[in-house]
């Protein structure tokens, strides 16, 4: 399997544009978790799913941010408008029901 | 609601020397409980876990871990250390029976000197 995958790898954009995340989970596994890294706060769960359906939404900083997850094989993060305070990496994970979560390798977000 | 505790932000080490890396858990339900490892610019990769059964749990890599339920900790230890072990760790807790999220430490960076 190829692991959990995440486009793109690295995203520059300017305050205000819209920013779409994008996360293919390990095949087979029915939850997917949004993490968020920064210096300032470290890794922060964003919103999970379990069988396509948004579970908890709490991590989820404001209204700017929206995830989707339409299918078992894809699920967005998107901000808008995007400002320079969300500039972090967002990493996607997924598992088996309880077990352990594979992390993709990451978006590195610059918002100028 | 749960929490992770790593003390140390940062632990520099001389190679070939043992080390421990220190995580304590607060949590009013049973727990699981992992080490992740983050290397330079890289996605967190599973170290070791503690799911149940045996409260000391190993690496391929020869990092171990022990729960201690007592103590609520989570310690990670490595005898001997190399280079290649620099790297940024953390700790993690799951309550156990739902697929839900993980409350992750702050991360401890371990600097291992030559």
């Known amino acids: 399997d190829a692991g959990v995958i995440q486009s793109p790898r690295h995203e520059v954009t300017e305050m205000g544009q819209e920013v779409t995340l994008r996360c293919k989970p390990i095949?087979?596994?029915?939850?997917l978790f949004w993490y968020r890294q920064t210096m300032m706060r470290g890794l922060e769960l964003l919103i999970y799913?379990?069988?396509?359906?948004?579970?908890?939404d709490s991590g989820m900083p404001e209204d700017r941010f929206s995830a989707k997850m339409p299918n078992a094989s894809f699920s967005t993060l998107k901000i808008q408008p995007s400002e320079p305070r969300d500039s972090a990496v967002y990493f996607c994970?997924?598992?088996?029901?309880?077990?352990?979560?594979?992390f993709g390798p990451g978006t590195r977000l610059t918002v100028t | 609601a749960q929490s992770v505790t790593q003390l140390d932000s940062q632990v520099p080490v001389f190679e070939e020397a043992p080390v421990e890396l220190r995580c304590n858990y607060s949590?009013?339900?049973?727990?699981?409980l992992f080490w992740y490892v983050q290397y330079p610019n890289q996605g967190l990769q599973l170290l070791l876990k503690?799911?149940?059964?045996?409260?000391l749990v190993e690496s391929i890599n020869g990092f171990e871990a022990e729960f201690n339920k007592s103590q609520t900790s989570f310690h990670l230890r490595k005898p001997s250390v190399h280079i290649s072990d620099t790297a940024e760790y953390f700790c993690?807790?799951?309550?156990?029976?739902?697929?839900?999220?993980?409350?992750f430490g702050k991360g401890t960076h371990l600097i291992i000197q030559p």
């Open positions: 799913f379990n069988n396509n359906v948004p579970i908890d």
């Open positions: 994970a997924s598992s088996r029901g309880a077990n352990e979560q594979y």
């Open positions: 949590s009013s339900v049973s727990v699981y």
């Open positions: 503690y799911l149940s059964g045996s409260t």
């Open positions: 095949s087979g596994h029915n939850s």
């Open positions: 993690a807790v799951h309550s156990g029976g739902g697929a839900d999220g993980l409350t």
